[in-house]
């Protein structure tokens, strides 16, 4: 990958972050009236390395999405072929491998966020939930409720911390202030932010540090009640220490949401994740529990690669 690629592809997922208004915008032709919200999930904190015996488990209980032989392409171009792979409930479940090879566009395709981008085409099954997002009667705005997103730079919207966490709430309807106050508290604990915030919801988001920008972009994703969390490269742009807290709200999370992180960082998936996929030139090259990816690779690839031989 040369460097005016990369260059390209960073100011691509700029732009597609710039456009974070979409996971939340309203599509006035399909949505129906939304549903009152349920109640938010309660995390509880569950610090482990590697995979936890829940999403051990969990392997037995069906996956949340399901990839089925799924290429998706830029024009002629794949950014990913033939990918099979289920993802599995309330676990982490890590992306890595070289530059280009996919992770961004496969992880983008999970919540057709891959759709701002113009002349791109999705082929195969790629279900969350049993439901292929790819088919027409998908409602988009259900569907990136559902599946959330946090990108690589923390892209508050110019406004306050309450009104940050409160924008997809009021887009799903909900009016009354007590209301928005839970759920601001709510989300803000759960993105362990609440303490350090608490006394200046009203301040300007981006009055914050890049580390609690990134945790009030995690808030703010959790505001819509997704069942999945999409992270792609969520540290890149944080300092250690804010990359520490975010880790750890990740490995907190996963207790009540499944996620979905990219990484070239492979200390960091082997520290967060309970499962590792690593991708190799748009194909899924090697997927198992992180443990054995990292300890006992079964193909050549993922070995030079995690020993880093190459990437
Ligand atoms: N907007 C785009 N237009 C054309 N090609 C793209 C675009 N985004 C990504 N690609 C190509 O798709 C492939 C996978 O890219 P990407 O998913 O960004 O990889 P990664 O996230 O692993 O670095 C690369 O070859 C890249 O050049
Ligand atoms: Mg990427």
Known sequence: MDIDKENKMTSLDQTIAANTEALYARDESKSPTPAP????????????????????????????????????????????????????????????????????????????????????????????????????????????????MVFQRPNPFPKSIFDNIAYGPRLQGIRKRSRLDEIVEQCLHDAALWKEVKDELKKSALALSGGQQQRLCIARALATKPKVLLMDEPCSALDPVATGKVEELIRKLRTNYTIVIVTHNMQQAARVSDRTAFFCLGELIEYGLTRDVFTNPTNEQTEAYITGRFG
Do not use: H, W
């Open 37 to 148: 919200a349920p109640a938010m999930p309660t995390p509880s904190i569950a610090v482990t390395v590697g995979a936890t015996p829940e999403a051990e488990e969990a392997v037995c209980c069906e996956p949340i999405i399901t990839s089925k032989g799924f290429d998706f392409y830029y024009g002629k171009k794949a950014g990913v072929r033939d990918i099979t792979m289920d993802i599995y409930p309330c676990a982490v479940t890590a992306i890595i491998g070289p530059s280009g090879c996919g992770k961004s566009t496969f992880l983008r395709s999970i919540n057709r966020m891959n759709d701002l981008i113009p002349n791109t085409r999705a082929a195969g099954r790629l279900a969350v939930n049993g439901q292929n997002v790819y088919e027409k009667q998908v409602n988009l705005v259900n569907l990136r409720q559902q599946v959330g």
